[in-house]
């Protein structure tokens, strides 16, 4: 089974100075910083997923800027991502983006054009997604919303219309047809259907808010119709778990950002090891953070005292991954600024000290850990953030694919422009 990671413009900067915060002088975002499968030795996914209104934007969509736009359709999607040979590439339209709408803003056509001018592998038809489920319709015990009879219609009717677009302009990438779909029955109908318009990739959609147990529930009903040669992308689900049973039913790729974003989304598993996840040590940068910054201009905080509980937290932290500094010292300068930081009153001293104790990040074989070690494990800013994602989605692929951790290799040299 496949794994694609979709792409939001998530890139690292590898010489980005941890000491004094800062990126080298005349930084350039995207040009000079790194993505995932540039960082890791190996790839951490197999493929990534572009979305139409992520790089052209609508409503909150767009994460492009306007020279980042153009400069991905001058030099199409393997360039501009640095791709790795054999890496895959599918396109989509970005229904969550317009979901609000009545009917898709963009066109068949449009898309087309998007996913010809990338050079994507496959290609996903334009839908309009369903925001509900409820199994007691098969049942007819419950009515079907209109709307959502509307949307799986004009799915449907768009997804016939891209195959037929598809086939009279000879396009280079393979047709995936999207199924929207609201029960186990419904779902089944929208397979079967773009099964009889000539579709051999399918791409289920809408099912990120369903229990696992109605994921599967919706598959074993689409084995009852699914042609063998057919096989299914689930569009935004991760869940490792169920892995073997999703490809039982003839689920051959997925996506996910859910192991990405939950490095700086979620309230504690926020750095994954292959047993169990930890909650990140969280030091806010005082500076930047608007809830401190308003407190302080409030009078309420002091911003020498601030800043002081700051830089002794940092120091306590990274004194004792070097072995200088002791636990005791490390919790307690962590709560000092933690009762400063947080207003709802937390006191995560407890799981501080599990995983301090533990110490996963120098035991990790990844390439974010061997490099940049203590600093993934901090909850601050983008840069370390963003590469504890990055390790998070190396651990969820070894879940993956069902692979041991290669033995750790020899931490490198840090170079020395990232902390001069």
Known sequence: MDFYFPDSQDQVDPCFDFVNDEHRPFHVR?????????????????????????????????????????????????????????????????????????????????????????????????????????????????PTPEDWIDRQAITLERAADFFAEHRERNCSFTPMGAAQGWSPCSYADSVQHLQELGYRRIALGGMVPLKSIEIIACLAKIDEIRDPEVSLHLLGISRPEHYATFH???????????????????????????????VALRIPPSDSNARLQGRIRAGKLDQATVRAAEDE?????????????????????????????????????ATYRDFLEVKP??????????????????????????RRGMHNLWVFNQKLQGQKPARRHPKPKRRQRESA
């Open 30 to 142: 995207q040009r000079d910083d790194r993505y995932a499968h540039e960082i890791h030795d190996e790839p951490p996914y197999d493929g990534i997923l572009i979305s139409k209104t992520m790089v052209d934007g609508y409503g909150t969509g767009g994460r492009y800027t306007a020279a980042q736009r153009h400069r991905l359709y001058r030099l199409g999607v393997r360039e501009f991502f640095r791709l790795p040979a054999g890496m895959k590439v599918i396109g989509d339209c970005g229904a969550f983006s317009y979901v609000a709408e009545e009917e898709p803003p963009v066109t068949v056509s449009e898309v087309i054009d998007f996913y010809e001018t990338l050079g994507v592998d496959e290609g996903i038809s334009v839908d309009h997604a369903i925001l509900g489920y409820n199994e007691a319709c098969d049942r007819n015990d419950e």
């Open 313 to 349: 937290a940092l120091r306590a932290v990274r004194a004792y991954d070097a072995g200088t500094g002791s636990l005791l010292e490390a919790v307690d300068a962590l709560r000092a600024y933690e009762i400063l930081h947080d207003t709802k009153g937390r006191d995560r001293s």
């Open 248 to 278: 039982k039913h003839g689920v051959r790729s997925l996506d996910s950002t859910s192991p990405f974003r939950q490095a700086f989304k979620d309230d504690k598993d926020n750095y994954y090891t292959s047993s169990r996840n930890f």
């Open 361 to 386: 990040w120098a035991k990790c074989p990844c390439a974010i850990c061997r490099e940049w070690g203590v600093e993934v494990a901090m909850f601050r800013g983008t840069e370390r953030n963003k």
